[in-house]
């Protein structure tokens, strides 16, 4: 098995909830904060500080604005972020093929 495509997955996103985040928001141009929140199950702090993360990382921005009754908090992937999570997933579809083309049929 060739070992290249392991150290080239992006620690940023490959932690559990980040790569959820990333994931939901691969799928949709922007969400809310609390719309995230609910389909991820998280609790505020937990996603603020995993989004938090992801935008020092570059891979998300976050725009607040004035919502109807309170601010509210957009969240949405970056360029870069679009692009590091395609990498991302290209290295895991290269780990999925070497483990198929190694497994033995059974």
């Known amino acids: 098995m060739n070992p290249e495509p ?3 997955l992006d620690r940023v996103i490959h932690e ?5 985040i990333v994931s939901a928001l691969s799928a949709t141009p922007s969400l809310t904060f609390t719309d ?6 998280m609790t505020d702090g937990n996603l603020t500080s995993h989004l938090r993360i992801l935008q020092e990382a570059g891979v998300v921005s976050l725009t607040k604005s004035s919502g109807e009754t309170r601010p509210q908090t957009t969240c949405a992937l970056t360029d870069s972020g679009r692009s590091a999570f395609t990498e991302y997933l ?3 579809e290269q780990i999925v093929s070497q483990f198929r083309k190694s ?3 059974t």
């Open 16 to 20: 559990k909830a980040r790569l959820a």
């Open 103 to 105: 497994a033995p049929r």
């Open 36 to 41: 995230l929140r609910n389909l991820l199950g």
């Open 6 to 8: 392991f150290p080239n």
């Open 90 to 92: 290209g290295h895991l």
